[in-house]
């Protein structure tokens, strides 16, 4: 006998079920695509695990999916002969988030419901979508090979709560019962389920069935018959020819695959035949998925070989900071046993992927030469920190990639990250050499550093950086179309000090050596050196990393992530312009001379971004300062 336990979903489970439920009200019919597709992955596993064992068919020789509906009990019930679950692999999948990143999304919702359906956009869609539409959910499977009385009733009313039960099943495979909602009756229908079948599921690789209909004469309506019939076409969308597949086609293939139901950005497919043979069919998505950054996440890509479904996520067939893409390839190449183990060292796979990396990185070209932005801005915006990646990752592609980039500059200023290496350049004059970047925490820092003075003087764009990632990135990329990229904080700019100097007397120059030895001697132990800047116009000092020094802000990232960096000291610049340093080159007091001179140290620090040592004595230097003068 068997009897019934009651699990509770896990929270967040139910935060995402409401979500899901609101956010895609007005997709409803989707639950059919992602339930089908689900089906259709089942369907795969099976027949690729039963080409070592063919017990796990149980004599059936046909795959299919079948969908059918009673219109009196107000349900709709999808059914596969695949690989079915094990009670504990139901446990696992439905009802259940594994993942540590969604939990830790999903503690971010800001609670308002119409802001955080947005998000939803970045979840897979998949088995909850049924909860869209039914207010009752029962799910009954049974792993490909077990027991016929080891069979799992999952019912849930997607309120909390479900229950499970043991129970016989004799067909393998999963058998999903949906009770519809009061309000969707619409979906009861022959004609309207049909339709959302060939819109959205026409190209699934096995046949889906419905039962047959025929025409009543007496009662003036369709009857059910006793013959189930196919109503998609069941041909892989990738094998069919370019030519004959329409956008929508495209578009809702990879919402099937994906389970996302954004559109994609981009997709690229391509037939190749010669001395390898395969089709690859590609996609850009629109929108980054929540995990996008996470290590334990899944890669988009689906193997098969000579159309079988080989495996998931085949992380091999794409380099990690492409690893947004999705889709699908299919090889005539390998063999049917490939294993995870052999695609990591094969020839075959290599070539595969190379040809894919740079058709997506065309592609991306391509929309990058848009006269219209947008689509390309869109896209930086959700995945511009994971192609800088490729900088480091792929080095035979760094050109390309360089060219994909986009950064915010002080051309516009704003934070945006619009202008281009070409675009930079192209702006440049003919006397300038480098490109030149400040690397801070923001952009505000940034675009606030008074580093920045000169080169706003003399009308020289500079390029803003304030991601995480973007250190390593110019750490990464010294040079792009034969000009040197050039940090504006780093010690030597000799080529900003020319002209000025050129321009001093011989009295002048004494006077400022003997300025910058003065003050280096007032806060000795602090400053590795004090120097007369070429930076500045504005502000009386700043600082700058000594010459074979890491830069500030990449020492207070590697502090940050626990790692022991060695005291630096930086070099101090001095304005000889500005007011402050004029009225210091005068002091004769020495202990005056020294708070001074700290204050002035102090606040470049603090232009810089850079904490200070002691705040607290800062603070009150500045206010005996202050007293001194009111
Ligand atoms: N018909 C089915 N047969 C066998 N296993 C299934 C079936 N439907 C769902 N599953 C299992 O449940 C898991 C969760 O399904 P769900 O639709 O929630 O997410 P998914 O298919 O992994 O897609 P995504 O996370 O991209 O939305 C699947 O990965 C699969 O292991």
């Given amino acids: 006998m068997s009897h019934t336990e009651t699990h509770a979903f896990q929270t967040e489970v139910n935060q995402l079920l409401k979500l899901m439920i609101h956010a895609l009200y007005s997709n409803k019919e989707i639950f059919l695509r992602e339930l089908v597709s689900n089906a259709s992955d089942a369907l795969d596993k099976l027949r690729f695990e ?29 059914s596969d002969n695949g690989i079915g679950m094990t009670r504990d692999e139901v446990i696992a999948n439905i009802g259940t988030i594994a993942n540590s990143g969604t939990k830790k999304f999903l503690e ?60 016989d099943k004799e067909v393998k495979g999963t058998s999903i019962t949906l009770h519809m909602k009061e309000d969707m009756d619409e979906f009861l229908d022959q004609f309207r389920l049909k339709n959302i079948i060939s819109t959205y599921s026409d190209h699934i690789n096995f046949p889906i069935k419905m039962v047959k209909t025929e025409w009543d004469e007496e009662a003036k309506e369709e009857k059910a018959t006793d013959e189930l019939e196919q109503v998609n076409k069941a041909t892989a969308l990738w094998t069919q020819p370019k030519s004959e597949i329409t956008d929508e086609e495209y578009k809702n293939f990879y919402q099937t695959i994906s389970h996302d139901f954004n559109e994609p950005l981009a997709h690229v497919h391509n037939r190749v035949e010669g001395t390898l043979e395969y089709t690859s069919l590609l996609y850009i998505p629109k929108q980054a998925p929540f995990d996008l950054y996470d290590r334990d996440r899944r890669y988009g890509l689906k193997l098969y070989v000579k159309r079988v479904f080989i495996m998931d996520d085949a992380e091999h067939l794409m380099p990690a900071y492409l690893r947004f893409v999705r889709g699908v390839i299919d090889s005539a190449d390998l063999p049917l046993n490939v294993s995870r183990e052999i695609l990591q060292s094969n020839k075959v796979v290599d070539k595969i992927r190379s040809a894919s990396v740079k058709r997506v990185l065309g592609e991306l070209e391509k929309v990058a030469k848009d006269e219209d932005q947008t689509r390309y801005q869109g896209f930086w915006e959700q995945f511009g920190n994971v192609l800088k990646e490729g900088l480091v990752e792929d080095f035979a592609n760094k050109e390309k ?21 070409q675009d930079y350049i192209e702006r440049m004059g003919e006397e300038q050499e480098a490109i030149y970047y400040i690397i801070a925490d923001t952009h505000a820092a940034a675009k606030g550093s008074p580093h920045l003075e000169m080169f706003r003087k003399k009308g020289i764009e500079v390029l803003l950086l304030s991601d995480r990632i973007d250190e390593w990135l110019v750490s990464h990329l010294d040079e792009f179309e034969g000009k040197k990229l050039k940090s504006i904080t780093a010690a030597d700019l ?99 001379l020294k708070e001074w001179s700290l204050f002035l140290f102090e606040q470049a620090q603090l232009a810089d971004g850079e904490p200070l040592a002691e705040p607290g004595a800062f603070i009150k230097r500045m206010n005996t300062l202050l007293a001194e003068v009111m």
């Fill in 50 to 78: 039963a080409v070592s064992n063919d017990a796990l068919n149980e004599g059936e020789s046909e795959l299919a999916i079948t969908v059918t509906f009673d219109k009196e009990v107000r349900t709709i019930n999808i």
């Fill in 108 to 167: 971010n919702l800001s609670g308002d419901q119409a802001k955080d359906s947005n998000l939803i956009g970045q979840f897979g869609v998949g088995f909850y979508s049924s909860f869209i539409v039914a207010d009752e959910v029962t799910l009954e499977t049974r792993k490909a090979g077990d027991d016929k009385a080891e069979g799992t009733r999952w019912i849930s009313k997607g309120e909390g709560e479900f229950t499970l039960e043991t129970i």
């Fill in 401 to 421: 990639i360089a060219k994909l980039l986009r950064f915010a500059t002080t051309h516009s200023g704003d934070a945006q990250q619009n202008v281009s290496l």
């Fill in 494 to 592: 000799k080529e900003l000090a020319e002209e000025d100097e050129q321009e001093l007397s011989e009295e002048d120059k004494q006077a400022r050596e003997a300025l910058t030895e003065k003050v280096k001697k007032a806060i000795e132990g602090s400053v590795s050196d004090v120097r007369i800047t070429h930076r500045l116009t504005d502000s009386p000092a700043c600082v700058v990393t000594a010459e074979g020094d890491i830069s500030s802000h990449m020492a207070r990232m590697m502090e940050q992530m626990g790692q022991a960096v060695p005291k630096q000291n930086p070099v101090l610049e001095l304005n000889p312009e500005h007011i402050l340093v004029k009225k210091i080159e005068q002091m004769e007091d020495e202990a005056k």
